[in-house]
């Protein structure tokens, strides 16, 4: 399996790009727009072309670029089964293993940052690679204080999907804010100022209500947005429009 590890600064999302050698059938795991043609760059440079988007859920920090790609690559959108959303192509779901080529996704139902969040496993001959999402992130976990957040599903999504997994299992985020780019099973369940360290239930509630995090600055645009995969509202501020000046969303 060829993988790489794709950042984009505005949002510190990161994207995850997998293809299997064999059938050369290729996904982007968390695209953004802001960075679509860079990906497609990427792609040409490894000679791929790009069979697939899928997101782990409906983010509020940045638009999706799922759509773009689309019209660039002619990519399918791939999107949590749950969500229904009428621009998606395909709907994933726990318990039915996504194929691209010779590569099995494992959805992971894991609702708690939103009702309808994913995260992606993969088994690999060497470990196993989980594509986290939102849900946790390294040494933190995503917020549940607005868009169908809840603590207590998080919690118990987070140690019941996530921590029950090998602890060499690979953790990869879709954000970091301190240039960390990966992470471990046995390290979040051990350093995880959030949840790590056996905490209780009410320990983790009282945390994430005592958060405090300044509003979204992209949520008003970015949750209407990405419902239609990835378009450019109307209210895009006119200091995001950059990268939907740039595109024709269709």
């Not at 990161?14 to 059938?23: H, I």
């Not at 990405?226 to 378009?231: F, R």
Request: charged share 20%; hydrophobic share 30%; with cysteine.
């Amino acid at each position: 399996m060829l993988f790489r590890q794709l950042y984009e600064p505005d949002s510190s999302t990161y994207s995850y790009l997998l293809s299997c050698p064999e059938s050369g059938e290729t996904v982007i795991i968390d695209p953004v727009l802001d960075t679509a043609e860079r990906d497609m760059s990427v792609l040409q440079s490894l000679g791929l072309k790009l069979t697939y988007t899928i997101d782990t859920h409906i983010h509020a920090d940045h638009l999706s670029g799922a759509r773009r790609l689309k019209a660039l690559a002619g990519s399918s959108i791939c999107y949590p089964a749950v969500d229904e959303l009428a621009c998606a192509d395909i709907g994933l779901q726990e318990g039915k293993p996504f194929k691209v080529g010779n590569i099995d996704i494992h959805p992971l139902f894991t609702p708690g940052h939103t009702d309808h969040h994913h995260g992606y496993l993969i088994h690999t001959p060497v470990q196993s690679m989980l594509f986290s999402g939102d849900a946790l992130l390294i040494d933190g976990v995503g917020r549940t204080d607005f868009q169908s957040g809840d603590s207590e599903a998080l919690y118990n999504s987070i140690q019941q999907k996530y921590f029950s997994l090998p602890d060499d299992t690979l953790v990869y985020p879709c954000h970091d804010y301190n240039q960390r780019r990966v992470s471990s099973i046995a390290q979040e369940k051990a350093r995880n100022a959030h949840i790590g360290g056996a905490k209780s239930l009410e320990e983790f509630k009282t945390i994430m209500a005592n958060l405090d995090l300044p509003y979204p600055r992209k949520i008003d645009f970015a949750v209407p947005g990405n419902e239609q995969c990835g378009q450019c509202p109307d209210n895009v501020p006119s200091e995001f429009r950059g990268p939907c000046a740039r595109h024709d969303q269709g």
